[in-house]
T-cell receptor
Framework: AQKITQTQPGMFVQEKEAVTLDCTYD???????LFWYKQPSSGEMIFLIY??????QNATEGRYSLNFQKARKSANLVISASQLGDSAMYFC????????????????FGSGTKLNVKP | EAQVTQNPRYLITVTGKKLTVTCSQN?????MSWYRQDPGLGLRQIYY???????DKGDVPEGYKVSRKEKRNFPLILESPSPNQTSLYFC????????????FGPGTRLTVL
């Protein structure tokens, strides 16, 4: 089974509107971490936001927030007030915990969502 | 400036010709990792290293080797490259294994003819 699923290969959003990028994950480990990365057309991977499985509050970083729904195993990225510079590929990733049989040194990435922001 | 560097950034080679992609970080990170990125598949982990002389396989290690003789360097070796190893490769590093945020290098685009 896929550890990370991103079901939206591509999305469009109007500039200044909010957009939600979906991510679901699959693990039986109670201890895990979830990450979102941005990859602009230039190719570099930029860390955006992190959510730990035991964190009580949803993570926020500026215009980025993570809508963490543990029971549904979803970790959607919300970008508020989209800007043209937000056009990029976005990847959701997970690492599991340190207790056997899990390995917190292994990372799993989704297939990505390509976001296009329209002026 | 804190960074992860990779060389070369672009490489075109032929089947069977051994090559090495270098990766170096200046942040004194214990953990380093290699990924390959292919369209529609996202990033897949090839190998990772928790510290000097400690390495382990990721999800797609076949056809690759790594070594970690110094903390700052983590080269990726393709002993006999094949066309199915044509991909975009990323090196990443972080403090403390999976507990840390990974910082990525700029990527190496490899084409094997």
């Amino acid at each position: 089974a896929q550890k990370i699923t991103q079901t939206q290969p591509g999305m469009f959003v109007q500039e200044k509107e909010a957009v939600t990028l979906d991510c679901t994950y699959d693990t039986s480990d109670p201890s895990y971490g979830l990450f979102w990365y941005k990859q602009p057309s230039s190719g570099e991977m930029i860390f955006l936001i992190y959510q730990g499985s035991y964190d009580q509050q949803n993570a926020t970083e500026g215009r980025y927030s993570l809508n963490f729904q543990k029971a549904r195993k979803s970790a959607n990225l919300v970008i508020s007030a989209s800007q043209l510079g937000d056009s990029a590929m976005y990847f959701c990733a997970m690492r599991e915990g340190s207790s056997y049989p899990y390995n917190f040194n292994k990372f799993y990435f989704g297939s990505g969502t390509k976001l296009n922001v329209k002026p | 400036e804190a960074q992860v560097t990779q060389n070369p950034r672009y490489l075109i080679t032929v089947t069977g010709k051994k090559l090495t992609v270098t990766c170096s970080q200046n942040m004194n990170h214990e953990y380093m990792s290699w990924y390959r990125q292919d369209p529609g598949l996202g990033l897949r982990q090839i190998y990772y290293s928790m510290n000097v002389e400690v390495t382990d396989k990721g999800d797609v290690p076949e056809g690759y080797k790594v070594s970690r003789k110094e903390k700052r360097n983590f080269p990726l070796i393709l002993e006999s490259p094949s066309p199915n190893q044509t991909s975009l490769y990323f090196c990443a590093s972080s403090l403390g294994g999976g507990q840390g945020t990974q910082y990525f290098g700029p990527g190496t685009r490899l084409t094997v003819l």
